[in-house]
């Protein structure tokens, strides 16, 4: 499995490498490093020399990709693109276009977007493994109907209703929690209810639909037969053999978003006020802060690839016929 | 689950986004959208961040709180620097001399003494006092291992405020590696200030981590006299130099503050004066969590301040005197918590979380009522909250625009005066204010906004006629003649007989920005015209701004200072766009109101300056660079609790001005927010109703037969 693992690991290295090409084009094909000096330097009494002297102390007074000055392998590395890229490999981040360390405040905000992220994954698995159990249960029933209708009706719905509905319903007219904001340790409980509570109602109808599906698939099986002909009660062979079995592709699913969760999310870190890593990375685009579009980037990429080698492991634990070579 | 949750967090409100600690206390809540970029004061310059400088730094002058239109006085300063003239000769001139005999301009500036620091690292010293230095000037990896944020550092100390912390500010506008964004401007009068960045820069270039000691550069245009005196010579009249000395560019940074923040470890750590500032006002920031929370708290150090005893007529009916000669601040704390969307930011404003609110277009309706009038009063829902709604005409203008450089609409022909006559009688800016603005403006008569010198009360012959004593738009018939006199009858160009199209270069895109763009097509349809909506991107239009490429455009401009001269600069040939990158975006130019520019921005305010300021205006609105626009009006709602708040465009410093009352405060708070509990049984209640036939059934399943259960039926089968 070591063999898997490091040949996989050397597979990211070009992949990283593409990642960053595309994301460095798509940024300066949309921005000049002009365009970025005046964004940081604002609009008024702004001269040439003012944003000269910004890209020098910045690296962005360089050639984008190719140094035709320079010579050797020069050309390549006295380059933008590689004096902003090359460090990332080694997690070195480097400075934000407003002088502040990436790396710090990457490691300050990744523990906001936990704080959503950890509880609405565990609860919300919880549940729409649960309740699709259930509906798998009473499958063709009143009740598996009426669970169909309203997975779909809640996976019909847009993300932004249920944040404002939330905010509106339980904050605004019930005053039960806060309508957004964020505190430190025991006291960020009460701002993390709402936001908790709105993503686990906007997911619990794909999540419910999703998981009925492979229960469904597997409750066809000739295992569950020859379970169910042993006299086992239906709870026990959905409870016990089915979701056993059906555990890979729920892995596929779950394992693979594991180490990006931390990623945080754009929207409802902007509604719910909470300072995680997705508002970090919207502030960037806004602010046209390319060192932090880039590192993020870089950052979703190498944890989505080590999402999915810990998805190829955890294959190896919960099926034993599956071997890594 | 939540009233599991909340109940565990003992809050008098289950809402309330506070500790419960800081009920009673003397704190005011407010917000801010984005986080500040800038708290340096050497770079700091927008709106969102001067919030914050402002209550921290004391430039030597501030504006007067009350009175309008805005006065300047002394802050830091003993008193307002009398500018002292030269001439080539060294003879000093009088004050009125004009600006060609001037070769410069003397400020002398005397501040008060006893003026303190707050509390900060940068000064504790250490050691005996034949071999005192700083304890934080030299950071080994050890003591940096357990600094994380400023308040980290064990010990603080301060200092007295001298002249020589302003001498080193006005230096670091000229650091190279600081980008002050008024250093272009001010290499144009302070002497010596692009020479000494020559000279930095030469420095940096042998070792650019390297902190200079800029006491040990000499800048000649700025001098310590003594202790608590400092001159700034200037290389030419400059009047309006006295407002930049109400801004934070021109506060004091202390050489010991510049050399600790210099520190690589600290930078490392985010601690530096662009996070942490350093001043002598009556606030000090003391948390900077900007992707959360931050807070002012009072400076233990600061040498207070009284209230103002003397406002504008009116004032004291509005109790805004009150407090007169008391010493300032009032408040202990100040909170400001990270608010990104409106909703959320309204709706806890309606809660009491927020002491004091913009109006967003949103929650207009359920806001504001206007009258017939135009007159803006509170709904019965926000007088029923005892809200008090404050409005006044922001310092600023929005205008559409003409290129003068583009070969149809631009240029000073009779036939492109006519041409752009009709258009901005068309253009009916009372509309988009009405529309898009919900009433919250004044329609432009010419650049210079309400509440500044020289601001045109009479209408704009032009585009306006007076009916029953008020301005009001032209008819679009008289436009139509004035096309038709333009060559373009019913919006077709005789010479060509093509239907003129014309073109509107704009950074609005996506859906937001459709409503307003079709109000431009539309405006233009009424003559007939076709216009065409030319949208890119922001970088790309400010590009073909710069390049004078764009047609017809839309722009403004917040005044920097409440002077003319920071809006007829607006239309100052040698400061066009185009070539010159100023700020004059129609790239007008007419020798003859250059000319009286260049009169009148050395004039003092007065008959003399006014008539010069009324001739330029006639001249600009002949020649039609600008469609007008409008001024906007900004309106702001207040609670009960907090007073002696006055609408101040251009003074930022004005927290400390504020009082709360927080036991009206507590009581209206747990009045609005008492938790409602009935949904959240009946929730459970309704869940119990489904989950017991469910749980019964489940039951009955459980005690069918497997045989049963193994043979699904077909509708079973077709379930998946």
């Keep these: 499995m070591l063999a898997y693992i490091i040949r996989r690991l050397l597979y990211a290295i070009p992949i990283l490498i593409g990642v960053n090409l595309i994301t460095f084009a798509l940024f300066f094909v949309v921005n000049t490093p002009d365009d970025v000096a005046r964004v940081h330097l604002g609009d008024k009494y702004l001269n040439e020399e003012a944003v000269a002297n910004w890209k020098a102390a910045r690296g962005y007074d360089k050639p984008l990709i190719y140094n035709a000055d320079a010579s050797g392998i020069d050309k390549f590395q006295e380059t933008i693109f590689f004096e902003k890229s090359a460090k990332l490999f080694a997690f070195d981040f480097g400075a934000a276009d407003d002088g502040r360390d990436i790396g710090y405040d990457i490691r300050q905000r990744m523990w906001p977007s936990l704080a959503i992220a950890i509880p609405s994954l565990i609860i919300g698995l919880l549940i729409n493994i649960t309740v699709a159990m259930m509906l798998a249960f009473f499958r063709a029933s009143y009740i598996d109907i009426a669970g169909v209708i309203a997975g779909v009706t809640l996976m019909s719905i847009s993300s932004m209703f249920y944040i404002i509905g939330g905010q509106y319903l339980i904050s605004k007219s019930l005053h039960l929690v806060p309508i957004s904001g964020y505190d430190e340790g025991l006291s960020a409980i009460k701002f993390l209810v709402l936001p908790i509570i709105v993503g686990l109602i906007s997911g619990i109808g794909s999540g419910t639909r999703w998981y009925r599906t492979i229960f469904l698939e597997e409750i066809n099986c000739d295992y569950v037969r020859t379970a169910r002909a042993k006299g086992l009660f239906e709870s026990v062979v959905l409870f016990k053999h089915v979701l056993k079995n059906a555990m890979i592709p729920i892995l596929t699913g779950v394992v693979v978003i594991l180490p990006s969760i931390f990623m945080g999310s754009l929207v409802t870190e902007s509604f719910f006020g909470i300072p995680g890593l997705g508002s970090y990375v919207i502030d960037a685009i806004r602010a046209q802060d390319f060192a932090i579009v880039r590192a993020m980037v870089f950052l979703g990429s190498v944890l989505y690839i080590i999402g999915l080698i810990l998805t190829d492991i955890s294959y190896t634990l919960v099926d034993p016929r599956v071997r890594l070579g | ?720």
């Design chain 2, 1 to 720: 689950m939540i009233a599991g949750l909340i109940s565990a967090c003992e809050m008098q409100q289950w809402n309330n986004p506070y500790p419960d600690e800081e009920s009673g206390k003397n704190i005011l809540y407010s917000s801010f959208a984005a986080r500040p970029k800038h708290l340096d004061p050497a770079q700091s310059y927008s709106s969102n961040e001067v919030q914050f400088t402002a209550q921290i730094y004391e430039p030597p002058l501030q504006y007067h709180y009350l009175k309008r239109p805005y006065q300047l006085e002394p802050l830091a300063a003993e008193w307002v620097p009398v500018p002292i003239y030269y001439d080539a000769q060294g003879n000093e001139l009088d004050e009125g001399a004009e600006a060609s005999l001037v070769a410069k301009a003397v400020y002398e500036i005397k501040i008060k003494p006893g003026i303190h620091y707050q509390p900060h690292p940068a000064f504790v010293r250490t050691g005996t006092q034949d071999e005192e230095h700083f304890l934080y000037h030299d950071l080994n990896n050890k003591q940096l291992g357990d600094i994380d944020v400023l308040g980290d550092f064990a010990q603080t100390a301060s200092r007295e405020l001298t002249a020589a912390d302003y001498v080193y500010q006005i230096k670091r506008l000229a650091h190279p590696k600081i980008h002050s964004p008024i250093f272009g401007l001010m290499i144009e009068y302070i002497d010596g200030l692009f020479d000494y960045s020559k000279e930095l820069g030469k420095q940096l270039e042998a070792d650019d981590k390297a902190w200079i000691d800029l006491r040990n550069h000499e800048l000649s245009g700025v001098e310590i006299i003594d202790r608590y005196t400092y001159r700034i010579t200037l290389k030419a009249k400059y009047p309006q130099f006295q407002y930049w000395l109400a801004m934070p560019f021109f506060a004091p940074i202390p050489w010991e503050v510049d050399r600790f923040y210099t520190q690589p470890g600290l930078t490392k750590k985010n601690i530096t004066l662009d996070w942490y500032p350093v001043g002598t006002g009556p606030y000090m920031l003391t948390v900077n969590n900007p992707n959360r929370q931050m807070i002012l708290e009072r400076n233990p150090n600061f040498r207070g301040e009284a209230y103002p005893s003397e406002g504008e007529p009116g004032d004291k009916a509005a109790g805004l005197l009150v407090d007169a000669g008391k010493t300032m601040p009032f408040i202990d704390k100040v909170v400001f918590s990270l608010e990104k969307e409106g909703i959320p930011y309204w709706n806890k404003f309606l809660q009491g979380y927020y002491d004091s609110s913009g109006v967003a277009s949103d929650s207009f309706d359920q806001a504001v009522n206007i009258s017939g009038g135009g007159d803006a009063t509170l709904t019965s829902e926000m007088t029923g909250r005892g809200i008090d709604l404050l409005t006044t005409v922001a310092t600023s203008t929005y205008y559409g625009g003409f290129n003068m450089l583009d070969p149809v609409v631009g240029g000073y022909s009779e036939r492109a005066r006519l041409l752009r006559r009709a258009i901005a009688i068309a253009l009916d800016y009372e509309e988009f204010i009405s529309i898009f603005n919900n009433g919250r403006g004044i329609p432009g008569q010419g650049p210079i906004p309400p509440g500044i010198f020289g601001h045109e009360e009479a209408i704009n012959p032009y585009v306006y006629e007076s009916v029953d004593g008020r301005p009001q738009r032209k008819s679009i018939e008289a436009a139509r003649a004035l096309l038709a006199q333009a060559g373009y009858p019913d919006g077709v160009d005789e010479k060509s007989g093509e239907p003129l199209l014309l073109y509107y270069d704009t950074a609005a895109v996506g859906p937001e920005a459709k409503a307003t763009l079709d109000w431009w097509r539309k405006q233009f349809r009424k003559l007939n015209l076709q216009l065409v909506i030319r949208s890119t991107d922001y970088n790309r239009f400010q590009q073909k701004m710069r390049d004078g490429k764009a047609q017809i455009f839309s722009w403004g401009w917040n005044a920097d200072y409440p002077d003319p001269e920071n809006f007829l600069f607006l239309l100052y040939g040698p400061n066009k766009k185009a070539e010159l990158n100023g700020e004059n975006a129609a790239n007008y130019i007419n020798k003859e109101f250059d000319a009286l520019f260049e009169d009148m921005k050395n004039l003092a305010n007065g008959p003399e300056r006014a008539s010069v300021i009324k001739e330029m205006i006639d001249i600009a609105r002949k020649d039609g660079p600008w469609l007008w626009g409008f001024h906007p009006k900004v309106f702001s709602l207040q609670h009960a609790w907090l007073k002696n708040t006055k609408p101040a465009d251009v003074a930022n410093n004005t927290l400390k001005y504020k009082r709360v009352d927080p036991v009206l405060r507590d009581a209206r708070r747990a009045e609005w927010n008492s938790p409602i509990l009935w949904p959240l049984y009946l929730i459970i209640s309704l869940l119990a109703i489904v989950i017991t036939p469910a749980f019964i059934a489940y039951k009955k399943r459980q005690r069918a037969s497997a045989l049963s259960s193994a043979s699904p039926s077909r509708s079973e089968r077709g379930a998946i």
